[in-house]
């Protein structure tokens, strides 16, 4: 219902469709948002975790905050891929696939 007064119109109750369809568009896209979230490995013992991060084949690269980083290919199998570290924290890897790699004792 709107009141008039001269030219302009003054709405006297505000309208609910802005929010349900904002409403509609939030439950559509939380639907399609499903996660699906699986163990690739087991416990890697150590440290606790420094820093992770993938590259362009799928492995993962894990510090362990201690002496090592450990790579865990996509089908589960890991190994030491570095180590001597002292505080291996984070990780990343450059636009050539190099694995760049933080110490937080030695640096």
Do not use: C
């Amino acid at each position: 219902m709107r009141s008039m007064i001269g030219p302009i119109i003054v709405p006297t109750r505000r309208s609910r469709a802005p929010w349900f369809v904002l409403a509609l568009l939030f439950a559509a896209v939380s639907a399609r948002a499903e996660t699906e979230i699986r163990s690739l490995t087991g416990v890697i013992n150590g440290h606790s975790t420094g820093g992770v991060t993938t590259d362009l084949v799928g492995n993962i690269y894990v510090a362990d905050f201690g002496d090592f980083v450990w790579k865990i290919t996509p089908e589960g199998e890991r190994h030491v891929f570095a180590s001597d570290l002292y505080g291996a924290s984070g990780n990343a890897i450059d636009n050539e696939g190099n694995l760049l790699q933080s110490d937080f004792y030695g640096n």
